[in-house]
């Protein structure tokens, strides 16, 4: 009877030892794997806007639009999905449009193209000091500013809330007629 409960609790210690190296081994795989091929990385966010210009009548003001395609590049392999937002477009401190980011979920390793358009308050834009001078000048800079609120999908299982602020300068060179635009994206888990 001594032998068997002795051969019980070598099995039993067996068995433990085993079930903690295995343990440990799925530790150091997932913390390496997290580290470097699940590490997130910034997406890339490229806005491409358009000004449209509508003439109006005698009784009405011009209206100016911008239609915005805004391209994320996601270069992880988890998808991420992010809620509504608004973008805020201002002139030298001044917001002069807010444009509407509806929600999406952009997969792992894709390129999303989200469209969107926004009315410029041309009046809060010519009553600016610096309007005129930069209209001389031939360039008037605008900056984008958002936040976007969501979660990634690790490995279909967790759900991790993230906020990505995103920043955009787009300059307007009036006599060229041309429209450049550099964004900067930070994530914060």
Request: glycine share 2%; hydrophobic share 40%; net charge positive.
């Amino acid at each position: 009877m001594n032998s068997n409960k002795t051969s019980r609790i070598r099995h039993l210690k067996l068995c433990c030892g085993v079930s903690a190296i295995l343990l440990i081994i799925v530790v150091v795989v997932l913390t390496t794997l997290s580290l470097t091929i699940f590490k997130p990385r910034q997406p890339e966010i490229t806005a491409h806007p358009h000004l449209v210009f509508n003439p109006g009548s005698l009784s009405q003001q011009l209206n100016i639009t911008i239609q915005m395609v805004i391209t994320i590049d996601n270069p992880n392999y988890e998808s991420f999905r992010f809620k509504n937002t608004t973008a805020y477009v201002t002139y030298r401190e001044d917001v002069v449009a807010e444009v509407p980011i509806v929600q999406q979920h952009v997969p792992g390793h894709a390129k999303l193209n989200v469209t969107t358009s926004a009315d410029l308050m041309v009046s809060k834009l010519i009553s600016n000091p610096y309007f005129w001078n930069d209209v001389a000048a031939g360039c008037l800079n605008l900056n984008s500013k958002s936040t976007l609120h969501g979660h990634v999908s690790l490995l279909k299982f967790f759900k991790l809330h993230f906020k990505a602020l995103s920043s955009c300068d787009i300059s307007f060179f009036i006599s060229l007629r041309n429209v450049e635009s550099r964004c900067n994206t930070k994530i914060k888990l």
